[in-house]
T-cell receptor, first 116, second 112 residues
Framework: AQTVTQSQPEMSVQEAETVTLSCTYD???????LFWYKQPPSRQMILVIR??????QNATENRFSVNFQKAAKSFSLKISDSQLGDAAMYFC?????????????FGQGTILTVHP | AAGVIQSPRHLIKEKRETATLKCYPI?????VYWYQQGPGQDPQFLIS???????DKGSIPDRFSAQQFSDYHSELNMSSLELGDSALYFC???????????FGSGTRLTVV
């Protein structure tokens, strides 16, 4: 079985500052994929960033980057230069099926508030 | 670019009624997934289909059934609705061998 844990129910950040959201996971698979999804009040699930477990290099997408620590089974999301539009629920998700497709196991989510 | 289309966007049903949710995947995507997200909860995987065959099954109640049709659209049928079925139901689609998949905007089901 796979589990994903987000230990921060809520986080807040000042506009233009940097914030890090934490995520830990557990799986017995050696090949898996990790994702961060953003869910704004519209409830749309938007892919923020993704990481293949076999890649040692941390993924980066503009202001979003991850710190992937495979041995520690940790996958944190760093948002730099935070913007008001970043305010949303953020979900960490794991696909442990050995492929990039297949069912996702989600964490409990972290609500991010951005203060002007 | 075409996205995953779900209909209806909102649905209100009474207890013990039946509901049908529809999902139209991105063209050429061959796999469809259904997720249920209760209020304040994370999405839970229900079921998936690959090439019109069930490929994986999660915590889907026996009262629910789903299928994928020849045009790759999928329907989630929910019978004997209960108050606890009130949730946001997401559909997502992917093409095998591609990286990750795309979610639809969801159907919000309210059971009263």
């Amino acid at each position: 079985a796979q589990t994903v844990t987000q230990s921060q129910p809520e986080m807040s950040v000042q506009e233009a500052e940097t914030v890090t959201l934490s995520c830990t996971y557990d799986t017995s698979e050696s090949d898996y994929y990790l994702f961060w999804y953003k869910q704004p009040p519209s409830r749309q699930m938007i892919l923020v960033i993704r990481q293949e477990a076999y890649k040692q290099q941390n993924a980066t997408e503009n202001r979003f980057s991850v710190n992937f620590q495979k041995a520690a089974k940790s996958f944190s999301l760093k948002i730099s230069d935070s913007q008001l539009g970043d305010a949303a629920m953020y979900f960490c998700a794991l696909n442990a099926g050995g492929t990039s497709y297949g069912k996702l196991t989600f964490g409990q989510g972290t609500i991010l508030t951005v203060h002007p | 670019a075409a996205g995953v289309i779900q209909s209806p966007r909102h649905l209100i049903k009474e207890k013990r009624e039946t509901a049908t949710l529809k999902c139209y995947p991105i063209p050429r995507h061959d796999t469809v997934y259904w997720y249920q997200q209760g209020p304040g909860q994370d999405p839970q995987f229900l079921i998936s289909f690959y090439e019109k065959m069930q490929s994986d099954k999660g915590s889907i109640p026996d009262r629910f059934s789903a299928q994928q049709f020849s045009d790759y659209h999928s329907e989630l049928n929910m019978s004997s609705l209960e108050l606890g079925d009130s949730a946001l139901y997401f559909c997502a689609s992917s093409l095998q061998d591609l990286y990750g998949y795309t979610f639809g905007s969801g159907t919000r089901l309210t059971v009263v």
